[in-house]
């Protein structure tokens, strides 16, 4: 169970935060052993998954964060989010994370949410990846996913987001540049009870 002193921690980290560029990196990594792609009918709400195992990674635990009702934790080492509730339980859902090198700890907020959001790489992964395209709308071929919230920290975009994934695979894994990869369903359903100013611990 997480205490208190390292949730304080977590946000005391923030303070020395870098801000690296957000990035969707291959892997060949099987989480779920099921390499099938999402394939969606439309970009409205209604996602149609095929042959995608699970489905969804989300259940209802005993909250192991005494965090406060409505908080997001991060759980880095043991690749779950926590979406705390006002009775003791937690939505849990399997995550990706950063790869070595690119983790970080600290305290933030959502600072604004999108569906089917477009991505546009930084210009310090363009010149790590100089075969990514420069800007790419939103839909199903999007690292995004299907939905985002874009984290924010003392005023500023720390460039991490909580997203979607067309690379379900990677779930579990650690293969991104610091931001947090979801399910399309599990990050569309977060999004449903996540409201900007949402607190995000990262640990």
């Keep these: 169970m997480f205490n208190t002193r390292t949730i304080f921690a977590a946000f005391i980290a923030v303070a020395t935060l870098a801000v ?3 990035a969707q990196e291959d892997t060949s990594a099987a989480f ?3 390499d099938s792609r999402i394939q969606v009918a439309s970009l409205g709400d209604q996602l149609t998954l095929s042959r995608q195992s699970p489905k969804t990674t989300r259940e209802v635990v005993a909250d192991p964060t005494g965090a406060r ?5 991060v759980d880095t ?3 779950y989010l926590y979406l705390s509730l006002a009775d003791g339980r937690a939505l849990r859902y399997g995550i990706g994370v950063g790869r070595p090198g690119f983790e970080w700890k600290g305290a933030a907020h959502v600072g604004r949410k999108a569906e089917w959001p477009s991505w546009t790489p ?3 992964m363009l010149k790590r990846r100089p075969d990514l395209p420069k800007f790419m709308a939103g839909g199903i071929d999007n690292p995004l996913g299907a939905r985002a919230m874009y984290l924010y920290a003392g005023g500023r975009d720390l460039m991490y987001r909580i997203h979607g994934t067309n690379e379900p695979w990677s779930i579990g894994q650690a293969v991104s540049s610091g931001c947090i990869r979801m399910m399309n369903e599990d990050v569309t359903d977060l999004y449903s009870h996540v409201a900007v100013g949402t607190q995000v611990v990262v640990l």
Excluded: D, K, S, V
């Design 69 to 73: 009702a409505g908080t997001i934790t």
């Design 32 to 34: 779920f052993r099921n």
């Design 77 to 79: 080492r043991n690749r």
């Design 122 to 124: 930084p210009a310090a």
């Design 20 to 22: 690296p560029a957000l």
